[in-house]
């Protein structure tokens, strides 16, 4: 079974504080990605790795960037919080294609709602 | 530019009524589409389509492919109060090895 947790459930910040949120998968994938999610908005992808020390922006990735140090997890850095960074902010990682299974379907943790006062 | 098109936006029904949940895409080198159902917190995954016109079903829930008209529905039936929450579709563009998000469709439904 699938598991992918994340730092906190919730988390509030001022503007200005360095924010970092944790995410860990259980489940040896080789592809991690971090999206945030907002009213009307959808969720967009901020930032994706496919391997240990890989990263690739995603569709929104200013203000933001990540570290994978290790395979199992990967950390969204907000380097200087803005109240326009408060949102819900969900994990997901899923299988290469290498390893011969269907890589398409990815696997949420629980999301981490950031507010930014 | 990618885009998905999720309609209706939001929806309310009573309990025992059928849904049909709409998705147009237009995405590059296409090669599968995911269904997901999100109630308070993380998506949990529904289907993944890859061939046009072959039904996944699992329970109350369907959903059909179509590659010529590219779009997708995912269809309710005898809809129940656990059914309520944002269901999300999301094509997976072979170029670019994501995930590509629609806005979501909010299903309430109630007693």
């Known amino acids: 079974d699938v598991k992918v947790t994340q730092s906190s459930r919730y988390l509030v910040k001022r503007t200005g504080e360095k924010v970092f949120l944790e995410c860990v998968q259980d489940m040896d994938h080789e592809n991690m990605f971090w999206y945030r999610q907002d009213p009307g908005l959808g969720l967009r992808l901020i930032y994706f790795s496919y391997d240990v020390k890989m990263k690739e922006k995603g569709d929104i990735p200013e203000g933001y960037s990540v570290s994978r140090e290790k395979k199992e997890r990967f950390s969204l850095i907000l380097e200087s919080a803005s109240t326009n960074q408060t949102s819900m902010y969900l994990c997901?990682?899923?299988?290469?294609?290498?390893?011969?299974?269907?890589?398409?379907?990815?696997?949420f943790g629980p999301g981490t709602r950031l507010t930014v006062l | 530019e990618d885009k998905v098109v999720q309609s209706p936006l939001s929806l309310v029904v009573h309990e025992g009524d059928t849904v049909t949940l709409n998705c147009s895409y237009e995405?590059?080198?296409?090669?599968?589409l995911l269904w997901y159902k999100q109630e308070k917190k993380a998506p949990t995954f529904l289907f993944m389509l890859?061939?046009?016109?072959i039904e996944k079903k699992s329970g109350r829930l369907s959903s059909i492919l179509d590659k010529k008209e590219l779009s997708s529905i995912l269809n309710i039936t005898a809809t129940q109060t656990g059914d309520s929450a944002i269901y999300l579709c999301?094509?997976?563009?072979?170029?670019?090895?994501?995930?590509?998000f629609g806005q979501g469709t909010t299903l309430q439904v109630k007693p």
């Open positions: 999301a094509p997976y563009s072979g170029n670019t090895g994501k995930l590509i």
């Open positions: 997901a990682s899923s299988l290469n294609v290498a390893s011969g299974t269907p890589t398409d379907t990815q696997y």
């Open positions: 995405v590059t080198n296409f090669r599968s």
């Open positions: 890859t061939s046009s016109g």
